[in-house]
Nanobody, 125 residues
Framework: VQLQASGGGLVQAGGSLRLSCAASGRTFSNNAMGWFRQAPGKEREFVAAINWRGESTYYADSVKGRFTISRDNAKNTVNLYLQMNSLKPEDTAVYYC?????????????????WGQGTLVTVSS
């Protein structure tokens, strides 16, 4: 089972990026999914979560109004996205996608038992 995150890169402050996460090996269509990030020297933190059908979302206060999480439950796979707008230097981090063991999850990291390898987002000032 793999979650493959992509879409990171270098962007100027105020710019946008779209992260993607593709699942292989199994489908997570019945599982909530989320994005987390870890900045250098800091602990991993919650960014956003979406329930299994994509109808309910939840965001960290620091990204609310700027980031949008979405998902596409295809027949044999799930694609997870994070649209990031109005990026700030403090958004610089490695971003991880994760799948929860539950159909609804929020910021509690121990709900998430499948993790991708991370993609680096660097926002320059």
């Amino acid at each position: 089972v793999q979650l493959q995150a992509s879409g990171g890169g270098l962007v100027q402050a105020g710019g946008s990026l779209r992260l993607s996460c593709a699942a292989s090996g199994r489908t997570f269509s019945n599982n909530a999914m989320g994005w987390f990030r870890q900045a250098p020297g800091k602990e991993r933190e919650f960014v956003a979560a979406i329930n299994w059908r994509g109808e309910s979302t939840y965001y960290a206060d620091s990204v609310k109004g700027r980031f949008t999480i979405s998902r596409d439950n295809a027949k044999n796979t799930v694609n997870l996205y994070l649209q990031m707008n109005s990026l700030k230097p403090e958004d610089t981090a490695v971003y991880y996608c994760a799948a929860s063991r539950r159909s609804y999850s929020g910021s509690y990291q121990y709900d998430y038992n499948s993790w991708g390898q991370g993609t680096l987002v660097t926002v320059s000032s």
